[in-house]
Nanobody, 123 residues
């Protein structure tokens, strides 16, 4: 059974940094693209970043480009999201998700999701 468990969220001041982790159980982690998404209160879930199965390709939402970095360690079955220069508008629950096939930004194309981790950025 596949399980995704996020960690690393918390409360941080604007301009600060956090690193989120997503540990994935199950086989063949290195065969799947992994994405990060977020959902702020009262808003729809939105794409943040995605990394290809090999880690050789990444893609970011314009709102986080240059501030966030997605990476993965296939030996540890873990994907990361390094978040720098955080802004209050980054406040949301952050989710990791797994996708079979190439990287994609569409939420509906991901088949397994974690439970989410709260990130709160104070002004």
């Amino acid at each position: 059974q596949v399980q995704l468990v996020e960690s690393g969220g918390g409360l941080v001041e604007a301009g600060g940094s956090l690193r989120l982790s997503c540990a994935v159980s199950g086989r063949s982690f290195s065969s799947y693209a992994m994405g990060w998404f977020r959902q702020a209160p009262g808003k729809e879930r939105e794409f943040v970043a995605v990394i290809s199965w090999s880690g050789g390709s990444t893609y970011y939402a314009d709102s986080v480009k240059g501030r966030f970095t997605i990476s993965r360690d296939n030996a540890k079955n873990t994907v990361y999201l390094q978040m720098n220069s955080l802004k209050p508008e980054d406040t949301a629950v952050y989710y990791c998700a797994r996708r079979t096939g190439d990287s994609d930004t569409r939420i509906a194309s991901y088949d397994y999701w974690g439970q989410g981790t709260q990130v709160t950025v104070s002004s």
